[in-house]
Every structure is written in structure tokens, then in C-alpha cells.
């Protein structure tokens, strides 16, 4: 069968997040992507989990974790785990332990995270799976810098790229670069994360690997607008759009809708930034992805902000807020209850303010974040 590029490009992606389908063939992969699609497509139903395969299980569970629906990918990762455990199966509990860890990052729950993420990298240990290391030590390092741990992230992704390039796999390596670029850019190290953003993209371009090629334009992206090169930054971005749109990735493509229209909320730029966020949000809400759509909010509510509309921002914050409590996502719920703060202080409600400051020091201390804590901790002192 010969594939189209951008699905053979999406495989190998997969492949490098997933050793134990080094011995799949395309076609099956194929296959198992496609059952997984047909059931996301029809609601997602997990319904029948008990019938399927420990790998259909964790296929259907990140195509419904990158459409954001969370609930339904935990359900279909724990039963992956579950099978792996019946059987003895040790590749799939690598992997189910893996995803759940990643899941429970992205919702802000980074001590079960850490357990499930050491976990996973216990069975990879045991497998003597390099490559399986190799994703588990990305996933420890995207956890480190989400919690402010810099130093310990740069050191867990340098791990990453020495095993990748102890394995010559080099669409893991592009990724193990592009995430040092990111702590750079965090630490503020523009340089840097220029230097590892374009190792990561040359390799991904060399490679074909196209979804790669759209992340690490992304991230230029990001870099150039935080340096202020807003008009480069823009350019950077229509090039990862452009990818993203060609292959079908409306998930990337939101993402790029929202950071072109933070670009044109700094630039002073308010119905252009308006008009790109609810461009994704749009895809957002057809998608189902709930935690895009609160970001999308989010940033709706910074715009309006920003134009001095505060009962527009009052209600994005809110909408954002209401969203990110239901999926469990503390981590972003305490950066709105610290954006309501600011509002509210704008607006001179000091006790409004105070409380939604304490709500969202109490959520960055419970979460063991404690630069964000202390960032709140500053803004409740000059209350």
C-alpha cells in the first residue's frame, strides 16, 4: 500500500513516541489509527474498551487526549494499563503508565505525574528499551519545566538527545531539541532557544517529518515574539499554519490561531487578535477540546482586558475558569483565578482581588510550583 507522506510522516512520529510498533507495519498502524478515528468520530464511545487491544486502547486514547477530551483518553489509558497487567505484558504498561503520567501533567497533578512517569521509566529500565527511556525522560523534563524546575529540565531533555543520538533516531532527536529550546526561551536564554529550535527544525526538514517541521516553527515563533520581533514572529507562525492546514492537524492549526492572536493583542492590534482566537476557538469547540477552548477563552478575556472592556473580561475569565475546573486542570485554573485578581485589582475591588489571589496561591503551593506562588504572593502584598 503506498501511503501519502503526511501519513507516513505521522507514523514514524508515532513510532518514536512508541518503540514497541518499531515491529508494527505501516498498514496496521494505519488500521489501528483508523478504529480509533471511528470511534473518536462517533463520540468517542469507550464503551467497548473490554473488547479491544491493549494498543487499540492507548491508539484511541491519544487520538482522544490531542482532541483535548481528557475524561474518555484516561479511561482508555487505564484500560491499557489494566490489560498489561493481566497479560504480563510489560510494553503496554510501559506505555498506558507513560500516557496516564502525561495526562496527569497536563492537568497539574505533577506528583502523580512524577509516580506514573518513574513508573513507566522503571518498565522501560527493565525492557532495556533505550528508545522507551529515551520518551520517559522527555516526559519527567516537560514535567520539570511546567513546575517553573529549569536546570533539572535541561538535564532530563540532555538525556534524551544523548540516547537519541546513541540510537540514531533522529526524529527523536529533533524533538529532545526542540524541548531544550523551550526551557531556554523560559529562562529567558533567547539565543539558545533559537540555536535548538533550528537544530530540531533542520532535522525535521531533512527528515520530512512535517508535523515536527510545524512544532519547531511554532516555537521560533514564540521566541521571536517574546523578543518583540512581532512582524517575524507573524511570518514564523503562517509557516507552521500553512503545514498544519495542508495535513489536516486542526489541532496545531487552533494553536497557531491563538498565538497570531496574542502577537496582534501586544501589537495594540484588538479585532485582529479577536478575530484570530475565535478562529480557533472555532475549531476548538467542533473538535470537542475543552482545554484549548479555556485557553482560547483565556486569551479572548486578555484582549478585552487590554481594551478596557472589563465586564467582557470578567465573563472569557469566567467561561475559561468554569471549563478548567470541570476537566481537573489545576494548573491553568490557578492562572485565571491570578488573572481575575488582576482585574479585579485593576478595577479597585480589593476584596474580589484578594480572594481570587489566595485561591490561586493555594492551587501553585498545592501543586508544588512555588515561583508561581510567589509571584501571588508579590501581588497580594501590594493589595
Same mark, same amino acid.
Given at each position: ?38 470511534? @473518536? ?11 479491544? /487491544?491493549?494498543?487499540?486502547?492507548? !491508539?484511541?486514547? &491519544? ?58 521509566? =522503571? ?17 519527567? =523534563? ?33 524533538? =529532545?531539541? =526542540? ?42 515563533? /514564540? ?42 493583542? $501586544? ?10 482566537? $475565535?478562529?480557533?476557538? &472555532? ?6 477540546? $475543552? ?61 474580589? !482581588? ?18 508561581? !506562588?510567589?509571584?501571588?504572593?508579590? @501581588?497580594?502584598?501590594?493589595?
Amino acid at each position: 500500500m503506498n501511503l501519502p507522506p503526511e501519513i507516513q510522516t505521522f507514523i514514524a512520529e508515532l513510532r518514536s513516541q512508541h518503540p514497541q510498533l518499531a515491529g508494527v507495519s505501516d498498514e496496521q498502524i494505519l488500521m489501528m489509527l483508523q478504529q480509533a478515528q471511528t470511534q @473518536a468520530a462517533a463520540g468517542g464511545s469507550v464503551q467497548d474498551l473490554d473488547e479491544m /487491544s491493549g494498543d487499540d486502547c492507548i !491508539a484511541l486514547g &491519544e487520538q482522544l487526549l490531542h482532541a483535548g477530551r481528557w475524561d474518555d483518553a484516561e479511561r482508555c489509558f487505564f484500560a491499557a494499563l489494566d490489560k498489561g497487567e493481566q497479560a504480563g505484558d510489560l510494553d503496554i504498561q510501559c506505555m498506558a503508565a507513560g500516557t496516564l503520567g502525561r495526562l496527569c501533567g497536563q492537568r497539574g497533578d505533577f506528583r502523580q505525574a512524577m509516580a506514573l512517569l518513574q513508573q513507566s521509566l =522503571g518498565l522501560a529500565e527493565r525492557l532495556g528499551d533505550r528508545r522507551l527511556q529515551g520518551v520517559n525522560y522527555s516526559e519527567i =523534563g516537560a514535567l520539570y519545566t511546567m513546575q517553573g524546575q529549569y536546570p533539572q529540565a535541561a538535564e532530563h531533555y540532555k538525556k534524551v538527545i544523548r540516547i537519541m543520538e546513541e540510537i540514531s533516531d533522529e526524529a527523536g532527536l529533533a524533538v =529532545g531539541y =526542540g524541548n531544550l529550546g523551550n526551557v531556554y526561551m523560559y529562562q529567558g536564554d533567547f539565543e539558545r532557544a533559537i540555536e535548538a529550535y533550528e537544530k530540531s527544525l533542520a532535522i525535521s526538514l531533512r527528515l520530512g517529518e512535517h508535523r515536527l517541521s510545524a512544532n519547531q516553527y511554532g516555537n521560533l515563533g /514564540s521566541v521571536y515574539q517574546q523578543q518583540g520581533r512581532y512582524d517575524r514572529a507573524i511570518e514564523i507562525y503562517l509557516k507552521s499554519l500553512e503545514i498544519s492546514e495542508r495535513l489536516g492537524d486542526e489541532p496545531t492549526s487552533a494553536i497557531q490561531y491563538g498565538n497570531l492572536g496574542n502577537v496582534h493583542r $501586544e501589537m495594540g492590534q484588538f479585532d485582529e487578535a479577536i478575530r484570530m482566537i $475565535e478562529r480557533g476557538l &472555532e475549531i476548538h469547540r467542533r473538535i470537542g477540546d $475543552e482545554p484549548g477552548m479555556a485557553k482560547d477563552y483565556g486569551n479572548l478575556a486578555s484582549v478585552y482586558r487590554q481594551k478596557g472592556d472589563t465586564a467582557r473580561a470578567l465573563e472569557y475569565f469566567d467561561k475559561s475558569l468554569k471549563i478548567t475546573e470541570r476537566i481537573g486542570d489545576q494548573h491553568t485554573s490557578a492562572a485565571m483565578y491570578f488573572n481575575l485578581g488582576n482585574l479585579y485589582r485593576e478595577t479597585g475591588d480589593r476584596e474580589q !482581588a484578594w480572594r481570587h489571589y489566595e485561591k490561586a496561591k493555594a492551587l501553585f503551593e498545592m501543586l508544588g510550583v512555588p515561583h508561581h !506562588a510567589q509571584k501571588v504572593a508579590r @501581588a497580594l502584598q501590594m493589595l
